[in-house]
């Protein structure tokens, strides 16, 4: 992985002025690139191209960046991988009949495919995680791309005096001349609802993040284009339509081989490579089908906690002993994890609040000792139907149609007149395996979606901390959603259909994908994940329902291939997450940390949000009536990140 920075201005520049400018730029991108830092300017359209390198394929100085194509049309800078480099190399031969390589790397393949067949139709060849900036030097356009998934970020922003800005993250903004951090009420409320700032927001005002698929151009003195290459609802429907309806043992067969395949091409590098292991289904595949085709045991890393309802690491150690990888684990205490907290602003250079952000940079910081790229599992829920919501909106699409709106909120009441721990009690007697892990929280959150008329509806209040976030932030006004007018529900009439999308739209690019690359970049870790290759987000939107959950149970197929290389008794038990119990350390470890951040000069400093309604829910989460945790956190990370970046 890498970082990429630069500008466009308006009009001839000084060469100096602009080196110094982007140089300042990358070098707040060190960690993404620790290994080179590359620069191209061209004072007489005035722009800059920077590049922060972390040495993947191709080692040598061949695999430098910015790169220019053999004709000199075209300069790239490039954060990505390409895991069909050489099935493009040979097209681009057939097409030129011979080419002068300078190297191996992706990089030089994507320049010589853009020469022959230009950028959107090179792009829609790609198969990787790439966010790329182009300038053509022939027409004076700069083209900004992103991957299909979100896999890796861009960000870009138009000043008043007409310069362009791009770069991978917002802290590479920040040294350019005249740019504000003035923080977006929009983007603010957005964030409490997602507890993550979704694209194309940023937390600045006048930053806008590229969305997944999408390309941008851009031209001096007129207004940017955006496009998409890759249309996820039109994917989704017309696979939807074409279900396949096989046996579940052929399409397992297919699974099987279509991931054996994603998981070898991922697998390539000229540097030490390894794999996170949680012992769950969707890092358990990817363990085994990385252990079943090499040559040596992979090196698996994984994270435990003290509190054995969050411990996962016991059932990681099993699975890596069958799969005979080499395994490496850390117990996380909460020492670990404050020290870890107190690094969250700079580590996530925007608010950002899903709590799992803490192991995830401590499995990222174990792996880093022993290997340069990591394979990852995430994708694996949105892929194959893995949440708790994606069994339940059938019900609850149904029971919203069939029951009056006065018994709904009947029986909301009733059920949220018990606490969640009351709930936990009452329950406790039910063998685990039957039982959700949290469940009083689960029932309180059931609870609250019965009154509601529709899915859209549902979901936002599912995914949400709060569940009025304009509350927390008066006077703003909360965005669209970025399917607001897309009418998914007509092309995809099935609401664990739908609600697959809105994951994938939204929640799997700007929270768990975000929350990785950050997480990772810290470290200069590079993390791949395999069950994101396009194909196999394309083939999991041609599966029935039945295909996918079963019963109480979803990713059945991924199951189904899992199961070929690791008993179902070490992998088959309550979905748990990657999670930490922030709730018991706002009360305990961490309590200083949010006393400070949330008491009520802290929280006037922004401007923006309702001290006396946060106060209130601090002291109900404090005196244990109330578990506010999840939202707690979100202010809480709002708060360290308006500290760190504006003071």
């Known amino acids: 992985m890498c970082g990429i920075a630069g500008f466009l201005s ?179 409320v957005a964030f409490m609802r997602h507890a993550c700032v979704p694209a194309p927001l940023a937390i600045c005002q006048g930053v806008r993040k590229l969305p997944p698929a999408h390309i941008l151009s851009v031209e001096q003195g007129k207004e940017p284009e955006l496009f998409c290459y890759w249309d996820l609802l039109q994917v989704a429907g017309e696979n939807q339509r074409r279900i396949d309806n096989r046996p579940v043992s052929e399409i397992a067969d297919e699974l099987d081989e279509l991931l054996r395949d994603a998981v070898i091409r991922q697998m390539v590098s000229d540097v030490p490579l390894g794999a996170f292991l949680s012992g769950g289904i969707d890092s358990s595949t990817v363990v085994a089908l990385m252990q079943a085709q090499s040559g040596r045991r992979v090196h698996t890393f994984s994270v435990g906690s003290q509190n054995e309802a969050y411990d996962e690491a016991n059932q990681a150690k099993l699975v890596a002993q069958h799969l005979g990888t080499e395994h490496t684990e850390l117990i996380v205490d909460p020492e670990i994890a404050r020290a870890v907290v107190e690094r969250l602003p700079d580590i996530y250079d925007e608010p950002f609040a899903d709590s799992s952000q803490i192991p995830t940079f401590i499995v990222s910081q174990l792996a880093r000792r022993d290997v340069t790229v990591s394979l990852s599992g995430d994708g694996g829920d949105e892929c194959f139907g893995g949440y708790v919501r994606h069994h339940w909106f059938d019900f609850l699409a149904s029971y919203c149609r069939t029951v009056p709106a006065f018994l709904s909120k009947t029986a909301s009441f009733a059920l949220q007149s018990i606490s969640p721990a009351a709930w936990d009690t009452m329950l406790s007697a039910v063998p685990r395996r039957l039982q959700p892990t949290h469940v009083g929280d689960k029932i309180h959150k059931l609870a609250a979606l019965l009154p509601m008329q529709d899915l859209d509806s549902i979901y936002r209040r599912v995914i949400a901390p709060w569940p009025e976030p304009q509350t927390l932030v008066p006077g703003a006004v909360e965005p669209l959603q970025p399917w607001a007018g897309r009418n998914a529900a007509t092309a995809l009439p099935e609401p664990t259909s739908q609600v697959r999308f809105y994951d994938m739209m939204q929640y799997l690019p700007d929270d768990i994908l975000t929350k990785v690359d950050r997480a990772s970049m810290a470290v200069s870790l590079e993390v791949r994940v395999p069950l994101l290759d396009h194909r196999v987000v394309e083939f999991s939107w041609r599966l029935p329902r039945s295909v996918l959950i079963h019963g109480r149970r979803g990713k059945r197929i991924l199951r189904d291939v899992l199961h070929r290389y690791v008993p179902p008794a070490l992998v088959e038990r309550p979905k748990a997450g990657f999670a930490v119990p922030i709730g018991d350390w706002i009360r305990g470890p961490l309590a200083g940390f949010a006393t400070d951040l949330l008491s009520r000069p802290a929280l006037a400093a922004s401007g923006l949000l309702n001290s006396n309604f946060i106060e209130q829910r601090f002291a109900e989460h404090q005196s244990g009536r109330r578990d506010w945790s999840h939202g707690l956190w979100s202010v809480l990370m709002f708060q360290a990140w308006y500290r760190r970046w504006n003071s």
């Open 10 to 188: 308006r009009g001839q520049s000084n060469a100096d002025e602009l080196g110094q400018r982007v140089r300042a730029m990358t070098a707040t991108l060190s960690q993404r690139g620790p290994d080179a830092e590359g620069f191209w300017i061209d004072e007489q359209v005035g722009i800059a191209v920077g590049h922060r390198r972390l040495s993947i394929i191709d080692l040598s100085d061949a695999g430098a960046q910015p790169m220019h194509s053999s004709d000199e049309r075209w300069v790239m800078s490039y954060n990505g991988e390409l895991y069909n480099t050489a099935e493009l190399r040979r097209e681009v031969e057939a097409a030129r009949g011979s080419v002068n390589w300078r190297g191996h790397s992706d990089t030089e393949v994507i320049l010589e495919a853009v020469a022959i067949w230009g950028i959107p139709a090179t792009i829609k060849k790609l198969n990787g995680i790439f966010a790329i900036v182009f300038w053509d030097r022939r027409d004076r356009r700069l083209w900004l791309v992103r991957d299909r998934l979100g896999i890796k970020p861009l960000l870009w922003c138009l000043q008043p005096d007409g310069t362009f800005l791009f770069a991978s993250e917002l802290r590479a903004l920040v040294p350019f001349p005249n740019f504000s951090l003035r923080v977006d009420p929009q983007a603010a």
